[in-house]
């Protein structure tokens, strides 16, 4: 049966050949794959590495994890499987949805809302009214 791991905290500038090199030694490599961001294609600083043998993933985690490579302490570990919340989570971990809060009454949302809104400033004139009352006094000053 195989093994896979997962590792973590990798210098961006490992590629997949170094990760291959890096864990050689342990045994045969089924698979392995460094993530990259979709829109940059840089490495994400982490990846799996899969082995045919469950000895040799073993093997790999002891002498691997907090291992020191360019200065970065690897983290490496057995990897979890992929989580869909939608179909295989228990209901215990699924996320709750909020809950639906109960209106309030129309009166009383009318009520707190007329007690929200300003007081009403008087009407303003609209400005052609404005000109014509100006003008009517300037005719009558003359």
């Known amino acids: 049966m195989s093994k896979k791991l997962y590792v973590g905290n990798l210098p961006f500038s490992v ?24 829109f940059t294609g840089k490495s994400r600083g982490f ?30 570990n057995e990897a979890k499987p992929m989580r869909d919340d939608s179909t295989t989570a228990t209901p215990e971990e699924k996320p709750k949805k909020e809950e639906k809060v109960e209106e309030e009454p129309k009166e009383e949302a009318e009520e707190e809302k007329a007690e929200e809104t300003p007081k009403e400033e008087p009407e303003k004139k609209p400005k052609k009214e404005k000109k014509a009352e100006e003008e009517k006094v300037e005719e009558k000053e003359e």
């Open 47 to 76: 990846g799996f590495v899969t082995f045919a043998d469950d000895a040799a993933g073993d093997k790999a985690i002891s002498d691997m994890n907090e291992k020191d490579v360019e200065g970065r302490k690897l983290t490496v």
């Open 15 to 38: 590629d997949l050949e170094a990760l291959k090199k890096l864990f050689s030694e342990f045994g045969d490599i089924e698979d392995a794959v460094i993530l990259s961001d979709k």
